[in-house]
């Protein structure tokens, strides 16, 4: 039996990217029209993920998703309990995962149901005190390993009044809010090559 136990994650093909214009790294400009072409039921459809995670005609669609308090950027490393093999004991600052069927419960298509994968996501990976603020911020391409070859990020950054959080799952170990600053500097390396993307960015803005 698959790793990934028949689940089904949520793709767009490749030729839409190409469409809507390839990039790498992180994009902003005409984002808005970018995501509402990704985000179109007409234009995605769920795929085993056994078969997409080999299969780079396809992007997995992935929420991710950065929790922020002030100047301060949470980030944790990749425990083994996480389902991506390719990125344990990496650090990061991005949250979110796959959306899967289960997302458009209740007839939800379209951004109805990304935007319930969002809430799914937070919510089982983590345990926050104050109510958090998402805004979309950013689209992130990475073809520099097989990881990011077949996933396509939706940037979120989720401000905090606080930093009363806790992780929720074994997959996010050795929670801590760190000054951005930091995250660009002396742990730069550590970091995976999305949270990179997104720290970089950050830094710069």
Known sequence: M?????EEVLVVPRSLLDEIGSFEGIRTEGMDAAIERLLDPANHFFMDRAE???DPSHKQLIPYCVI???SRILNYTRGKAGGEARLHAKRSVGVGGHINPVDTGGGRTGPDAYL???ERELSEELVFKVEPRNKIIALLNDESNTVGQVHLGIVHVIELESDDVQSNEDALADLNFTELSELAGPMFERLETWSQFCVRHLAEA
């Open 68 to 70: 922020r308090c002030g």
């Open 116 to 118: 319930a994968a969002v």
């Open 52 to 54: 997409a995670e080999d």
């Open 2 to 6: 698959s790793k990934y136990a028949g």
